[in-house]
Every structure is written in C-alpha cells, then in structure tokens.
T-cell receptor, first 113, second 116 residues
Framework: DAGITQSPRHKVTETGTPVTLRCHQT?????MYWYRQDPGHGLRLIHY???????DKGEVSDGYSVSRSKTEDFLLTLESATSSQTSVYFC????????????FGPGTRLTVL | AQSVTQLGSHVSVSEGALVLLRCNYS??????LFWYVQYPNQGLQLLLK??????LVKGINGFEAEFKKSETSFHLTKPSAHMSDAAEYFC??????????????FGQGTTLQVKP
C-alpha cells in the first residue's frame, strides 16, 4: 500500500470554528489532491498541488484553503466550518498527471454541528 | 465540461452471476478512464485504467472493462460475482486536455450488492 496517512481520522466540530486536516505521504510523489465524498455526488476535487507551494483550485474550493510547505504534507483548512462541509475527506497522491494512478488515503470523517 | 454518468446507484446480483456496472462519459476527445473500488470505511483502490493501448482492459480481482468510443462508454464487468465484490464502484475520467493536472472527475458511484 502507498504510504498515505490522514489525520485526524474522525472529527466533530462546531459551526464557525477553524479546522485543519493533514495528509502525509512517504512516497515522494509530486502531486497531491483533496477530495470530498458525499452521497450521490461521488468524489469532488477541492484543491490540488503539483509541487511545494504550488496549488490550485478544484471544482468545490469555496470555503477551503490549502498549503504545502513540504513535499510530504498537504494541509486542508476550513477557515470557518459550516454544516455543509460535513463530509468524508480523502487525500490522494500521484507521481504525475494524466494516466498516472492516484493513490488514496483512508479518509477523514468530519462532522460540523 | 467533462462529466461522468454511472447508470444505477445500486446494483444487486446473485453470487456467481455476471456483474455489469455502466459508465458513460462526455467528451469529444477520449479521456483517460479509470474504475476505482471502495470497500466500507476505506479509501479508494484502482481496479483498472484505460490507456488507449487496448480497448479491452483487464484489472484486478477478475474485473475488466471495454472502451467503446462510439458509445462513449467504459462499462465494468466480471463474469462471476463473489461475495467479496460487494463494495462501491466509481468510474472516473481525466481530461487529456488538462492532463498536466491529473484532475479526476468521478461518477456518483454504484453500490454493488452480492446475494448468496
């Protein structure tokens, strides 16, 4: 299995509080992605990174920010959590774009009350 | 914009029966195509991918998929279902036009139930 960990694995928080989710990889892959999974929507891309300090928005980026100061870590921050951000969040890594496989982490279940 | 449609959010088959999970994409240029599987409370695992080298793609666990350009389809099949195949399956595409990002567009998923 690809070396990807996500922390925390479960979190319950209140509306309006900031939340940071961490993705850590040991594969030295250049590309990292954050997705959210919601019933009936599959997975949707929030943000991605194509190198240290190189990030870009995905299709559902509103309310989220990311940072990547090291190859191995990709942080997802909810500046002020809302109930609509209750979801399961997955990090993925890839050696490169296009046909390269994305390897997924175990996920973080976030509940915003 | 690129999109993926999986027909049927739930599919139920008997053990030993044929599995057919449908996926259609929208693109004027054939994209890269993937099937992923998700077991309960786990992340996604790649089953197979279409690289344009062959239209019939074989993956892990006995699954295969056939790329049909004329039908813009990439349906997943397995001749004989096993109880361990019960999971959620996702079809995904990566636009060749934006291949410098590797962004995946996922279908909504199909839950496969296997009855004994």
């Amino acid at each position: 299995d690809a070396g990807i960990t996500q922390s925390p694995r479960h979190k319950v928080t209140e509306t309006g509080t900031p939340v940071t989710l961490r993705c850590h990889q040991t594969e030295n892959h250049r590309y990292m992605y954050w997705y959210r999974q919601d019933p009936g929507h599959g997975l949707r891309l929030i943000h991605y990174s194509y190198g240290v300090k190189d990030t870009d928005k995905g299709e559902v980026s509103d309310g989220y920010s990311v940072s990547r100061s090291k190859t191995e870590d990709f942080l997802l921050t909810l500046e002020s959590a809302t109930s609509s951000q209750t979801s399961v969040y997955f990090c993925a890594i890839s050696e490169g774009p296009g046909i390269n496989e994305q390897f997924f982490g175990p996920g973080t279940r976030l509940t915003v009350l | 914009a690129q999109s993926v449609t999986q027909l049927g959010s739930h599919v139920s088959v008997s053990e030993g029966a044929l599995v057919l999970l449908r996926c259609n994409y929208s693109s004027s240029v054939p994209p890269y195509l993937f099937w992923y599987v998700q077991y309960p409370n786990q992340g996604l695992q790649l089953l197979l991918k279409y690289t344009s080298a062959a239209t019939l793609v074989k993956g892990i666990n006995g699954f295969e998929a056939e790329f049909k350009k004329s039908e813009t389809s990439f349906h997943l099949t397995k001749p004989s279902a096993h109880m361990s195949d019960a999971a959620e399956y996702f079809c995904a595409v990566s636009d060749r036009g934006s291949s410098n990002t590797g962004k995946l567009i996922f279908g909504q998923g199909t839950t496969l139930q296997v009855k004994p």
